[in-house]
């Protein structure tokens, strides 16, 4: 098993290329790369996120329970480091992020104790950014 961690690279629909390109740029701190007129990759903490236009399409998310919340799925997001998801959740909650599921800790003093939290992009994707306080933790049983 490859225990080096390369970035990954993850293309999402959007209806809005407007909005997302500015909600990821402004909201989130993403740098902008490439883009064209149908797309525009985003760097989301060292990850190649493209937002790719895709016509609105009306279904309703779905979602999951877990520990007694609604876990929208699909969702992604990053595994940030302990400190640095409380910086960018206090950040995201002077913007007034709209949250799905508000920040937390999951398992406290329990193998697997994480910060997580949800929210939505401006054309309704899930995001979820969580930390463990202990890395090697992440796939514990």
Known sequence: MNTKTNPFHLAIPVWNLKSCREFYRETLGCLEGRSSTNWVDMNLFGHQLVLHYKPKENHKMHCNEVDGKQVPVPHFGVILDWDQFNEFSNRLKKKNID??????????????????????????????????KDFSQIFAK
Do not use: C, W, Y
Request: aromatic share 18%; glycine share 8%.
């Open 99 to 132: 949250f799905e599921i508000e920040p937390h800790v999951r398992f406290k003093g329990e193998v697997g104790e994480q910060a997580t939290m949800f929210f939505l992009d401006p054309s309704g994707n899930a995001l979820e950014f969580k930390s463990f």
